[in-house]
């Protein structure tokens, strides 16, 4: 029989994020953010689930191209734009919208020769520091991109730092207007955080990620405080239990050494499945649909669970490592993480069952 540990993907729960980040942006398109192989979840998933979008934004060429071959015919925005003139060729033939965040991607849209007509967003550096012009060659660049043919239209974005924290994004959004003052554009400014607690940065589209999967944007709220619907589950069975006298250690190292005697369950599940192997003992895991926490070190392919709180569980009991009854955010928290590292390191090995109410398109 295959190894117990299963992954699933729930594509009502995408749905369900989607409808929440439009109810919170009433009036605006959303971009569906579907980076990452859709932040771990598929990327044919994540266009199963955001049907509904406006568009999709992503950084992946290959997945664009993918997304077209499926059938997406909507818009598709690339966030870190092109990264050499054949991107834009691409861009070209499949109708990409392309972001533009430094000189040499204009340079690029000025080259072209054949017919074309690309939507581009021109990014404001309001503060992150990554990627963006600055408030003198913002304008300057909106002035370059408005004299080039191929260039349908313009608009105009930029990307929050700390918009998951108390007046984390009031600074930025003063300098993103003050250099947007007068422009021509939609603006897209608003990201998850920005989406669910800051109305006045909603623009004219909103950019939501993190929070479509169903997990949160920030530190001090759980997704489900925002009627968030965890979007991935991963889960196991006990394949052993053990009794420790008191002083017993287990796992390697001997990091977790019990006070009492306790019975501990072993769970097939491991560092080479996805699960962090820096959580430690503590984090937080479900048995037969009871918290209880991991003891030890997590290895390749097993971690080790207190069933003190679960008297009853034997091998074959059912396990939750992160999903509606274990919040991902709260193992990534206690691993010293984000919710997002997690999704996207679910490893290849562990298989996926996906949910869903309604047939395929």
Same mark, same amino acid.
């Given at each position: 029989?295959? !190894? ?18 439009? !109810? ?15 932040? %771990? ?102 002035? !370059? ?162 069933? %003190? ?53």
């Amino acid at each position: 029989m295959p !190894r117990p540990i299963l992954a699933t993907v729930s594509i009502p729960a995408l749905r369900h994020n989607l409808a929440l980040a439009r !109810r919170n942006a009433p009036g605006r398109s959303v971009w569906a953010v579907v980076k990452a192989d859709g932040y %771990g979840h598929g990327l044919a998933n994540a266009l199963r689930g955001f049907a509904a979008a406006d568009g999709l934004a992503l950084v992946e060429f290959d997945a664009a191209a993918r997304l077209r071959r499926e059938g997406w015919r909507g818009p598709l925005l690339m966030l870190e734009g092109a990264f050499d003139a054949e991107d834009v060729a691409q861009a070209v033939r499949e109708r990409l919208a392309l972001v533009v965040h430094e000189p040499r991607q204009i340079e690029w849209l000025e080259a072209l020769r054949a017919p074309a007509a690309i939507d581009v967003y021109l990014k404001f550096n309001s503060g992150m520091n990554r990627l963006g012009f600055v408030q003198r060659a913002f304008r300057d660049a909106c002035e !370059r991109l408005s004299r080039i043919g191929a260039v349908r239209r313009v608009a105009l974005m930029t990307h929050f730092a700390n918009a998951d924290l108390p007046g984390g994004a009031v600074e930025a959004l003063e300098r993103f207007e003050a250099a947007a003052a007068g422009l021509p554009g939609a603006r897209s400014l608003a990201n998850s955080a920005a989406t669910l607690l800051l109305p006045s940065a909603h623009g004219d589209a909103i950019r939501p990620g993190i929070m479509l999967y169903g997990a949160t944007p920030c530190d001090d709220r759980e997704a489900r405080s925002f009627g968030l619907r965890a979007a991935m589950t991963l889960r196991s069975r006990l394949i052993a239990v053990q009794t420790l006298g008191a002083g017993d250690a287990v796992g390697y190292g001997s990091t977790f050494r019990a006070e009492r005697p306790m019975r501990i369950g072993v769970v097939a599940c491991g560092y080479a499945d996805g699960y962090p192997r820096h959580a430690p003992s503590g984090t937080p895991v479900a048995v037969d649909g009871m918290l209880t926490a991991t003891v030890g070190r997590v290895a390749m392919d097993m971690l080790m669970v207190d069933l %003190g709180p679960v008297p009853h569980a034997g091998p074959g009991a059912a396990v939750e490592l992160w999903g509606e009854t274990v919040p991902i955010d709260a193992v990534a928290r206690a691993s010293g993480t984000i919710g997002y590292e997690l999704m996207c390191a679910l490893a290849p090995r562990v298989p996926v069952r996906v949910l869903d109410d309604a047939p395929a398109p």
